[in-house]
């Protein structure tokens, strides 16, 4: 998440407005409407580069003013009670494109989904979960969902549930920005998640500071005790991707490898992947072989 919400709508790029009060009916309208768009940004293994899933990431663009940055649009959603409705329109929307992709294409993606905190205020989320993969015949290992670290940690009884829900249905949970907040160690191991996102900040210093790189290796090591992942997005450089590899990463994504991309564009890089990589690199890999 925090990647995308830097990088999503290429700063500098594109005009970006903050949302104000008086949009709520057009966000209403947008979302009746089917208005607004999904990106995805690739995941890579870190260990040959092959794509191991896509973080789906919702762009809105308000017809009179420009691109709404996805930060505020998630805020501006949870400030006027449309975060419910968002999120299920995003989960819909992603499931068809999964679907798409696997019956035009024959790709068979995973794709990630960022969940706020006050979705679980809607009765039956995980059985809406289910409808859309039954609707669209896909498996539930292709959908997972990302929590911040501090909604995780400090989760109530009934959301404690809803991830055991999710987990034991076959979704994949994510904690992201894992060591931006205050972790209870003896609370993290009680969260089912199968994968931890380490935060952006050791990411951005990984290259050049032996006390991050300490960091990250102790947290390799702790997601791998408990059965998860590391991811390490935010990836920007040659330099940091090389030292997450050799500490132990699983998983890489960031602006170094591709941005969050339109279905078609996402559709393109991959192929153009699978047609590079004729052999997997060893575990290992120089970065320029990852980066390709």
Known sequence: MPDAFRHG???GRRRQVRPVGGWQADLAQALQREELEVHYQPKLHACDGRLSGVEALVRWHHPRVGWVPPEDL???CERHRLIVQLGRWVVRAVCRQLADWQRTEGLRIAASINLSPL?????SLADYFDEQMREHGLQPDQLS??????WSLAASGAADDFFRVLRQRGFGLSIDDFGSGYSSLSRLWRVPANELKIDAY???NVAADPAVQIVVKAAVD???ALGMR???EGVETQAQCEALVRLGCDELQGYVFSPALPPAQLSLWVRGRMRAADAPAPHGAAPSALIG
Not at 119 to 123: G, I, K, N, V, Y
């Open 9 to 11: 709508l290429q700063s």
């Open 230 to 232: 590391l991811v390490a």
């Open 74 to 76: 998630i805020a501006f």
């Open 202 to 204: 050791f990411v951005q």
């Open 145 to 150: 969902f990302e929590i911040t670290e501090s």
């Open 222 to 224: 702790l997601a791998h």
């Open 119 to 123: 979705q679980l205020d809607s009765p």
